[in-house]
């Protein structure tokens, strides 16, 4: 008896010691962010409206790596308690829905869904010089104007003695079910994308040449993934992309003490659906959208331009200038369609109001310019030319300050909506100028806050744009937008 007890203490003993050593073979490696926005937005649709969304809202955002080795690793990345202040994200839905919602306790904020963002495997095979990204992950591209968002695909990044090659292909929707028979009018068919990316450095140089495709062959019903498949609002006139090809050049340069970002790239695709009138169904309501559809001959085409170039005059003064042009469409009713992205996230930065559209619909987080899906104005540079000068100001080693002009116009005209439809006779290019400002003060290590605005003076394009169809053809309204937004950052 005594002898079986020992030897079941040593089994049990041995067990233990090799699973502390297989566990000892995983690394465990973390990282992310909490930021809490108080948002201060006022006459964003320029006073048509009584607009004065004053609010909160916070993000805790985790990174985690769990490495087996230095070639195999599983990451994922998930979003804790994201939401607005006083307002619980998941709803009652038990019994007593109607009698009493103390057993989830209701309204004190404690209830909120984790979101994932990311969740794949990342391995790397050192003899072909490969490394495998299988599951949902960021896939973007340049400065973040075309592609820019979270799919689900693999991807390849073969490395040379001197850059490196991405391959991918992305599924971004399976259709109305996972069978792939094709119906006559609910299509079964997925979308999908495939990329390429070159990247190499030279000198002080840092340079990506980019091209994609996409193509959606799930139509039948006479609806796209790209714009009917997503959750928000794009502008008015926009067309369902059912195929797509990019080809771009990026890039970072460094001369002296002068800093260079920047991009061009040309979009040409197909909108294989015929529509008769602009009217469609809206992304977010479900009620009837009057001006959601681009009406064009089948022919999308469109491109970006981009430059940002920064000087650094001292420690603590830099000057810069951004210039940016993206495409539009001449005529909303007739002729080739605008297309100047895929999808992104809105991590392009341009300006406090007009276009700091970190989207909502994307990565949950709040709504933040114009271009936000409920008041529906352009995002990154669709049917924009923009001149930007702006100054950074480091006032002491913990305080940064930054200010900036800008000018935007359109690239094509924007037209007034008359009677419910784009008046061809009546349009602007004027679509203001913004005025922003940023103070960012370092409390401690890692730890920052952050006192941030804009105030956006439209002209008549922007009026046309926002509030068009309900000026019925003028420029009624010219209240000018304004945002106010405090920032408390963690980065650890």
């Known amino acids: 008896m005594k002898k079986g007890f020992l030897l079941l203490t040593l089994l049990i003993f041995s067990l233990c010691s090799l ?10 490696k973390y990282n992310g962010v909490y930021t809490a926005w108080g948002q201060f937005q006022n006459d964003f649709t320029l006073g048509r409206s009584n607009y004065e969304d004053h609010y909160f809202v916070q993000m805790f955002r985790l990174n985690l790596q769990f490495l087996y080795g230095k070639n195999l690793k599983a990451v994922t990345r998930f979003d804790l308690g994201q939401g ?8 009652n839905t038990g019994p ?11 309204n004190k904020d404690t209830h909120f869904l984790m979101h994932v963002d990311h969740a794949y495997l990342w391995f790397n095979l050192p003899n072909i010089s490969t490394a495998f990204n299988v599951g949902r992950f960021n896939w973007s591209l340049g400065n973040k104007l075309v592609v820019d968002n979270n799919f689900d695909g693999i991807k390849a990044n073969i490395k040379f003695k001197k850059g490196s090659l991405d391959l991918g292909f992305a599924k971004l929707s399976e259709g109305a079910g996972l069978s792939d028979f094709e119906e006559d009018v609910n299509s079964n ?3 999908n994308l495939l990329l390429i990316s070159y990247k190499n450095k030279f000198g002080a140089t840092n340079i990506e040449a980019y091209g994609a495709y996409y193509n959606d062959a799930s ?3 006479n609806a796209a993934y790209l714009i009917d498949g997503i959750d928000y609002n794009r502008p008015k006139f926009t067309p369902q992309v059912t195929s797509l090809a990019i080809l771009g050049l990026a890039g970072k340069s460094k001369v002296g003490k002068l800093n260079f970002t920047y991009e061009a790239n040309y979009l040409t695709g197909k909108d294989d659906i015929t529509n008769a009138t602009h009217e469609g169904i809206n992304n977010v309501n479900g009620n009837v959208d009057a001006f959601k559809y681009d009406i064009n001959n ?26 940016g042009m993206g495409s539009g469409d001449d005529d909303p009713t007739d002729g080739d369609g605008n297309v100047n992205k895929l999808r992104t996230s809105g991590f392009f930065y341009l300006t406090e109001v007009w276009e700091d559209s970190i989207m909502p619909d994307e990565e949950g987080i709040t709504p933040q310019g114009l271009g936000a899906p409920n008041v529906r104005a352009y995002r990154e540079l669709e049917n924009t030319t923009a001149l930007q000068v702006n100054l950074t100001f480091k006032a002491t080693k913990c305080l940064k300050l930054y200010t900036s002009f800008t000018y935007i116009k359109a690239t094509q005209p924007v037209y007034a909506i008359v009677n419910g439809a784009p008046d061809l006779n009546t349009s602007a290019t004027d679509l203001g100028m913004e005025v922003d400002f940023l103070a960012n003060y370092k409390i401690m290590d890692k730890l920052n806050l952050i006192f941030r605005g804009g105030f956006f003076m439209p002209g008549t394009a922007s009026q046309y744009l926002i509030n068009g169809a309900e000026g019925n053809g003028t420029d009624t309204w ?15």
Do not use: C, H, M, R
């Open 298 to 323: 089948g022919d999308l085409s469109g491109y970006n331009i981009y430059l940002k170039a920064d000087y650094t005059v001292s420690d603590a003064v830099a000057v810069g200038a951004v210039a």
């Open 219 to 221: 139509i039948d019903d």
């Open 478 to 492: 010219d209240k000018s937008p304004w945002e106010l937004k405090t920032v408390i950052l963690f980065k650890f």
């Open 84 to 91: 607005w202040w006083g307002v619980d994200n998941v709803d």
């Open 96 to 106: 007593n829905t109607a009698t009493s919602n103390s057993g989830l306790f209701d």
């Open 19 to 28: 699973s502390a050593q297989e566990v000892k073979k995983v690394d465990f």
């Open 189 to 191: 068919l997925d979308a």
